[in-house]
Structure formats: C-alpha cells, structure tokens
C-alpha cells in the first residue's frame, strides 16, 4: 500500500498510465546528468582524418580508408578477417549462425559455412571447454557466452582449464596451451537488464593468471583489441559493452589492425587530476570532465585501460606521480573491483606524490533492478564530485 505522504511525490503518469516504464532517465533541467551525446563526444572519432591519425594502426592501415561504423559492426568485421585469414579459426556459440544476439556474427555463417560458424546447445561449460580442446588441438576458437551474466557456469573451465594449461604443460608450454582463444561476451547495463542481463563481472576474471581480460570502448578500440586478442598467446575474456553496440557510431580502418593487449591510453592530457577508467563510464567521465573543467578551471587526464588485467601499471602510475591525484571510475561493483586493485597499486608505488587520497567511483554492491537501473551505476555527478573533491583536499 502506497502511504498517502508519498503519493504526491509520485508522477501522475505512473498512477495513471500503468504502461509507461519508470525506467531511469536524466530529469527535466539537468545540467550534470544529461544523454551522452555519441555524435559529439571527443571519446570517438568523428572524421575519417581522425580515425586513420591513430598512431597506433598498422601503416597499411593509417594509409587506406575509414568507414563509418557501430560497434557491432566493427566487431564483425574482425571476425570477418580473422576468419579469412587463418583456417584454424572457429566461431560458435548460442545463435551465433544466425547472427547473433547483437547481429555481431551476421552473415559470417554464410561466407564460411557451418563446419566454421555455428550454433551450439545451450550450456555454457560446454561452449567453453569445446573451446578449451579446440585450442589445444591448435585451433583459434572464439567463442560466444550470449550474456556475460551467464558465464559463471563455464567458470572452472576458464579458471581450472584454459588459465592453467601452458603453465601446467611446463616444458612443453610452447607447444601445448590456449593461445588463440577468445570467450566473447556482452556486458553491462543498459538501463532496463535487470538482474540477468546488466553484469559487469569483469573482476572475478582479474584474479586468475594465465588469462587476459579486454574491455574496448568504441568501434576502432573494439576491432583492434579483438583481433589482438585472437593473435595473443593467451586465452582472454573479452567483455563487449552491449549498450555500444549500436550507440557508438565513428570512422573505423577498413584495413585490419592489432592494438596491443595490457596497454592503457591516455585520452587526454591534464596536471591536476588522473582519472582512470574503461569501457562504457569512459563517456560520463569525459562530460564530467568537461564540466569541472569549465567551473573549477583545472586540467584532468583521462586513461582507458583497455585491459583490465594484466593492466598497464606504468602509463597509470606515470599519470599519477605527475598529478598527485588519482580517481578510478568503473560500472562494475565498488567492492573488490578493479578500481580496489588499481587504488592499492597507486598507493604503494605513487605514495610520497599523492595529494588526495585515491577515489574509487563505481557501480553500487547491489543487484540491478529492472527500475531505476541507472542509480546503481556512476554518472556525471558522481564523477564530477570526486574531481572537486579531489580539487580541494
């Protein structure tokens, strides 16, 4: 029963149209927590002049030509290449013949035939250790978990299995592992996922050695970090945000291209604050950035991970050391997540230079609702806050 107080603080539409969905969204005269602006945001590469000045493509690459794409799109398109290339390449997973949940598999069956992409029975366990055998018989697997909320049961095959293997293989381990192996998997919320389809699991992964955890942030990170990963000599978990997959739209290399694994980038320079993250809250900190830098007149640098294990400890510590401020920004839940990892290591290695103490802004220890999802997560404020809080320690 609704107590009478609260009932004049619920929206009239709620009461009386039951078929609008309460769903999160930006109130009405916002000016922190406004819609990423996708067509707008320096985060992507909004010109073809843009997209090939990446120094870090291949030259064959930074001399051809750019199109635009989606993320999805760009992730078929390495696929597309990876399965051209290299016949030991298998793609499989739930739906995957058909194109996929995401349609990131479309019209891969067609081109390569189902002895190469196809469909498998719903069991995760048994997606992954097929993969796990495949790789050690010298094949490239990549295989497809449809969510990454339903990874967990194929859990001991990328722990006990396919982590462990080259090291277990001792003098043979040149000859006998998992490189070549990929689980891809879609993560992360999109406002209405609920409990099963809004998980961010990425740190359960950053515990195991022996196994690389990837988490690209637009359509050209997304293309050069996957193939990169089916070219690495180590199985990887590579988490795709699914909220990008359609909403993120840049200038993307036609030609192929491997961006290095465990390598974070610096998005944009600053002198006063280090602000790490990846992935999908990489947009809210750029339009947190934005504000505080225009109201507080500072300068803020902004790092993307990219891998979150094993991560780049160099390019963080480095940003650190010259700020003496640290923020660690990521959708995942706060507690032991990869932002307590990086805080720990900044702590130990940048101590005497620190200003502020380290900062971790995260998703919530809750279970996501299927209302009022976007609570849970880190937003513009929230980002936003921690810089003036940083600011004025």
């Not at 739930?94 to 196809?118: H, I, N, T, W, Y």
């Not at 932002?339 to 290695?349: D, F, H, L, S």
Request: with cysteine.
């Amino acid at each position: 029963m609704i107590r009478p107080r609260l009932l004049s603080r619920i929206p009239s539409t709620s009461l009386t149209k039951p078929g609008i969905r309460t769903y999160a969204s930006h109130p009405p005269g916002a000016r922190l927590n406004l819609p990423t602006d996708f067509s707008t945001t320096p985060i992507l590469a909004h010109t073809s002049k843009d997209a090939l000045s990446n120094l870090e493509l291949s030259p064959e690459a930074r001399n051809g030509t750019a199109s635009r794409q989606n993320l999805f799109q760009s992730i078929n398109s390495a696929l597309g290449h990876a399965l051209r290339t290299d016949q030991r390449t298998l793609l499989f997973g739930e739906d995957v013949a058909f194109g996929g949940v995401f349609r990131c598999s479309m019209k891969l069956a067609e081109e390569f035939g189902d002895a190469r992409v196809f469909n498998t029975p719903l069991t995760e366990q048994g997606i992954v250790g097929f993969a796990v055998g495949a790789a050690m018989e010298g094949m490239k697997p990549i295989a497809e978990v449809q969510f990454a909320d339903y990874v967990y049961p194929a859990f001991d095959q990328i722990v006990n299995e396919a982590a462990k293997l080259r090291y277990r293989a001792g003098t043979n381990a040149e000859t006998m592992g998992c490189g070549g192996l990929v689980v891809r998997m879609p993560s992360g919320g999109v406002g209405h996922g609920a409990l099963y389809h809004s998980q961010s699991p990425e740190s359960l992964f950053t515990h195991i050695p022996g196994v690389r955890v990837v988490i690209p942030r637009s359509p050209t990170q997304a293309k050069g970090l996957l193939l990169g990963a089916i070219a690495c000599n180590d199985p990887v978990v590579f988490l795709e945000p699914k909220i990008l997959y359609r909403a993120a739209v840049e200038y993307v290399p036609q030609e192929a291209y491997v961006l290095p694994l465990s390598k974070a980038e610096i998005l944009r320079e600053g002198k006063d604050v280090t602000i790490v993250s990846y992935g999908t809250p990489l947009y809210t900190c750029s339009s947190a950035i934005a504000a505080a830098e225009r109201d507080f007149g500072c300068s803020v640098e902004l790092i993307d991970l990219r891998t979150v294990y094993p991560w780049d400890r160099q390019t963080i510590m480095g940003s650190v050391n010259k700020t003496g401020k640290c923020i660690v920004v990521h959708e995942s839940m706060v507690n032991a997540g990869v932002g307590a990892e990086v805080a720990a290591t900044v702590q130990e290695g940048c101590f005497l230079r620190l200003e502020a103490p380290v900062q971790r802004v995260a998703g919530w220890s809750t279970h996501a609702g299927l209302a009022y999802e976007k609570f849970n997560i880190p937003d513009v404020v929230r980002v936003y806050d921690a810089i003036k809080t940083a600011l004025s320690y």
